[in-house]
C-alpha cells in the first residue's frame, strides 16, 4: 500500500519530535551542565566506607532537618535539567507545603519544552524562585571558605533553616556536571553531609565536608561565577510555620 504524502507527514512528524526530544537528553547535559574540565582522574566518593554506610544513614536520618524530609516524602527530579525546582519542591515539601517541580515554575516565565528546562536554573534564579514560593528568607551563599561553608553545613541541623547546595559532580564522583540538592544535615562527630540527592539513580548519600566543599567551589559556566548554598531561613528562629499553599501545587 502506497502512503499519501499528507499521510507520510502525518507520521514523520512526530518521529521527529521524539527523536529531537532524545537527542536533547543526549546533547544537553554536555552543553548545560559540563565545565571543560576533564574529571575523568577523580577517584570517586562512591568507593568511600561512609558514602552510603547503613549505620551512618539511619543516623543522619535522625537529624531533626532529615526527619522532617523523610516524613514527607522525597520528589526525584524526571530529568537533569529539573533537580533545581526539585530541590525547591522538597524543600517545601519539609515544611508543609507539597507541590512538583513544574508547579513551581508556573508564573516565573521559565517553562518547559518537551520536559526539559533550557540552561536549567542557576543559584540566584533558584533562590528568587524559593522566595517567591514562600521559601522564607533566602539567601544566596558564594565565595565561601572552607571555614564559613563548614559553619553553614553545621546550621543545616536547625530546623527553622534549610540549604540547597549547588555542586559539580566532577570533583566527587569524577564525572557529571552541574547539580543542585538539599542538604539535610550534618554529622558532627564524622564531619559528614547529608546530601539529599534529588536523582533517583543516585539517592541521598554522605561526603566530608571538604570534599563536599571541592564540588562547590567550581565555577558555573552559565554565571562565570563560583556556585555555592542557598540558605532560607525563617524568623523567629522557631520550627518555620507550613508554608502558604502554592498556586496549581498539588495538595
Given at each position: ?9 502525518a507520521i514523520a512528524v512526530p518521529l521527529a519530535l521524539v527523536a529531537l ?166 554529622l558532627a562527630a564524622e564531619d559528614l553531609v547529608f546530601v539529599l540527592d ?54
Amino acid at each position: 500500500m502506497t502512503l499519501s504524502r499528507r499521510a507520510k507527514v502525518a507520521i514523520a512528524v512526530p518521529l521527529a519530535l521524539v527523536a529531537l526530544a532524545g537527542g536533547a537528553a543526549l546533547v544537553l547535559p554536555r552543553l548545560l551542565w559540563g565545565d571543560g574540565v576533564d574529571y575523568s582522574h577523580v577517584a570517586s566518593i562512591e568507593a568511600t566506607p561512609e558514602y552510603k554506610d547503613v549505620a551512618l544513614l539511619a543516623k543522619a536520618w535522625a537529624l531533626p532537618v532529615a526527619a522532617r524530609y523523610r516524613a514527607a516524602g522525597l520528589v526525584f527530579q524526571p530529568n537533569g535539567s529539573l533537580c533545581g525546582p526539585t530541590s525547591a519542591a522538597d524543600v517545601l515539601g519539609s515544611v508543609g507545603a507539597h507541590a512538583d517541580p513544574a508547579s513551581l515554575l508556573e508564573g516565573s516565565g521559565r517553562r518547559t519544552y518537551f520536559g526539559l528546562l533550557p540552561g536549567g536554573i542557576t543559584l540566584d534564579d533558584l533562590g528568587a524562585l524559593l522566595h517567591a514560593r514562600g521559601g522564607g528568607d533566602v539567601t544566596v551563599l558564594r565565595d565561601l571558605d572552607l571555614a564559613a561553608f563548614r559553619a553553614h553545613v553545621a546550621a543545616a541541623n536547625d530546623p527553622a533553616r534549610r540549604y540547597i547546595v549547588n555542586f559539580h559532580r566532577g570533583p566527587l564522583f569524577g564525572r557529571g556536571g552541574g547539580h543542585h540538592s538539599p542538604i539535610a544535615g550534618w554529622l558532627a562527630a564524622e564531619d559528614l553531609v547529608f546530601v539529599l540527592d534529588v536523582n533517583a539513580d543516585y539517592q541521598p548519600w554522605l561526603v566530608k565536608t571538604e570534599r563536599l566543599f571541592a564540588a562547590v567551589d567550581t565555577v558555573d559556566r552559565a554565571t562565570g561565577r563560583k556556585r555555592g548554598l542557598l540558605m532560607m531561613q525563617w524568623t523567629p528562629p522557631t520550627a518555620p510555620p507550613v508554608a502558604p499553599p502554592l498556586d496549581g501545587a498539588a495538595h
